[in-house]
């Protein structure tokens, strides 16, 4: 029997308040050609049951209890998948009915990417759609690139994973992403050791390596509820920033190989100290009220480094902060070193992302 083309992974710890409308927006999809792999951490609430009737009733559809780890489970599923693509479908969000066939047509026609990205639709516990669109302002989106969320394009590497240095996320959820499974391949799956945010640092690496297409025609969810894995993160810990910059330096690391010699040279002599700079600065503002703000700034101003006082100095005359103005610079300096355009549009007639949008339930 031929392998699927498509390896849905459903990685579950009991969600079962939200597997009928997760479940029915994968077996109602447009493209068929899937299998499930379904990995259970020993749910007490029924969620396992569910499972063996389904998997009883439709043969593409597989199941195994496995102990609990969040990215551990989908690492399981991934190990189990047989399709030359990959979608990690987190038991509690949801996906447009035709999120795999836009996700898997793209990847086709465009061999030279692995990852294929859509919209993301934030909802409630309900799976009503929220009319917060704040999930942008957490990605590169809403900091100069909020005209590509409504065009077809192609984004090359390594320009997603050097977006990470910014501070800001190129994909909020991985349900936003069909995976090549060659990219798993050359990167690996999802490391443990840091916590619920783990897979922004196989993000990082992916989009170092790999090119993307943003497919704006469909989308996926990102439920908001309190028992979600990433509802108890808090960013203004203390340590949070510290993660954010271990990712990073693991990140670069590890891919270091993939880059060309003008890229890493670029890094190292200026764009990683910069970025950074800019970073701890804007981290410092983020975590102080407004009194010890003025203070922050006048400290800033007298101890830090060339890079920051500048940037201060952009602000009193008007200009955008960095964090605004990042996504365009490190675009223009790829551009400039002729490695070919960065970021290319591709024509598309599509209807808007919003414009469709149908919640399949069972």
Not at 57 to 74: M, N, T
Request: net charge neutral; with cysteine; proline share 3%.
């Amino acid at each position: 029997m031929n392998a699927p083309l498509v390896s849905v992974c459903l990685p579950n710890l009991n969600t079962f308040p939200y597997l009928h409308q997760r479940l029915g927006t994968i077996l109602g999809q447009t493209y068929t050609n899937w299998e499930m792999v379904v990995i259970d951490s020993f749910s007490d609430d029924g969620s396992w049951e569910l499972f063996e009737t389904l998997a009883r009733k439709e043969q593409r559809v597989s199941i195994a209890q496995a102990p609990r780890g969040l990215y551990e489970s989908w690492n399981k599923c991934i190990e189990r998948a047989q399709g030359k693509y990959v979608y990690i479908a987190t038991s509690d969000d949801t996906m447009a009915l035709d999120c795999l066939e836009k996700l898997v047509a793209a990847l086709e026609e465009h061999n030279n990417c692995d990852l294929a990205q859509c919209s993301l639709v934030a909802i409630d516990q309900a799976g009503a759609p929220l009319a917060d669109t704040s999930w942008r302002d957490a990605t590169v989106f809403g900091h100069g690139m909020e005209g590509l969320l409504a065009r077809q394009h192609v984004r090359r590497a390594p320009y997603d994973g050097l977006l990470h240095l910014t501070g800001y996320m190129v994909h909020l959820s991985v349900t936003q992403l069909l995976v090549r499974r060659s990219l798993l391949s050359k990167i690996g799956g999802f490391e443990t050791r840091w916590g619920s945010i783990g897979d922004r640092n196989w993000e990082m690496k992916a989009g170092l390596v790999a090119n993307t297409i943003f497919v704006p025609q469909t989308w996926a969810t990102w439920r908001v509820h309190p028992a979600n894995a990433t509802a108890s993160v808090n960013c203004l810990a203390s340590d949070y920033d510290q993660k954010i910059e271990d990712m990073l330096s693991d990140a670069m690391e590890k891919c270091e190989q993939y880059l060309a010699p003008a890229v890493l040279s670029g890094l190292h002599d200026h764009w990683l100290d910069y970025c950074r700079e800019m970073r701890t600065y804007y981290a410092g503002l983020k975590s102080r009220r407004t009194a010890s703000r003025r203070l922050f700034q006048m400290s800033q101003m007298l101890t830090r480094c060339g890079a920051v006082r500048a940037e201060m100095m952009n602000r009193l005359r008007g200009k955008p902060k960095w964090g605004d103005r990042a996504a365009g610079e490190i675009q223009r300096w790829l551009d400039s070193m002729g490695l070919g355009p960065v970021v290319t549009e591709l024509a598309s007639n599509s209807k808007d992302v919003g414009s469709n949008r149908t919640f399949a339930q069972v």
